[in-house]
């Protein structure tokens, strides 16, 4: 029981930030479509609203550690409902961002596998289900999608989204 009690304060004193607020946690419960990046993929857009979904995109997470499709293009304003299928047997995680928010994620995933997060750039699904993300994609460039389950992202499971103008 110590130990467990050990390990939750570690985790809990590295997710806070220089402003002292956590990492993954809001400080009032809200909405997913409500919710802001707050630096989770700013840089590529927001939280979309399910209302106001310009098209569907069907993605499939497997054991192969792979996505299919990698490489997703869309319009920049466009608010895509990503439908991911983890057709694996274990869990597997969409997270849009920067490579370098995605490296800097999945480190901090090595060091607490047993993290849970849910912000408004990713979803997580078990084995055989469905989960959903909706995204706004208010910034054009190429940006990147990943797995963050330890190991996952280092054995390639990682895309691209290619946003035109």
Known sequence: MMKRILIASAIAVS????????AHEDKKP????????????AALGKPGDPGKVTRDVEVEMNDTMRFLPDSI?????ETIRF????TGKVKHEMVLGTIKELKEH?????KF????HADPNQVSVEPGKTGELVWQFTKAGTFDFACLV???FEAGMV??????R
């Open 159 to 164: 895309g691209k989204v290619r946003v035109s």
């Open 73 to 77: 293009r869309v319009k920049r304003g």
């Open 150 to 152: 330890p190991g996952h």
């Open 83 to 86: 439908l991911v299928t983890n």
């Open 106 to 110: 999945a480190e901090l995933m090595r």
């Open 15 to 22: 997710l806070v930030s220089a402003t002292g607020a956590p």
């Open 30 to 41: 809200v909405k997913k479509e409500e919710r802001q990046a707050d630096g989770h993929a």
């Open 113 to 116: 596998p047993e993290m849970e």
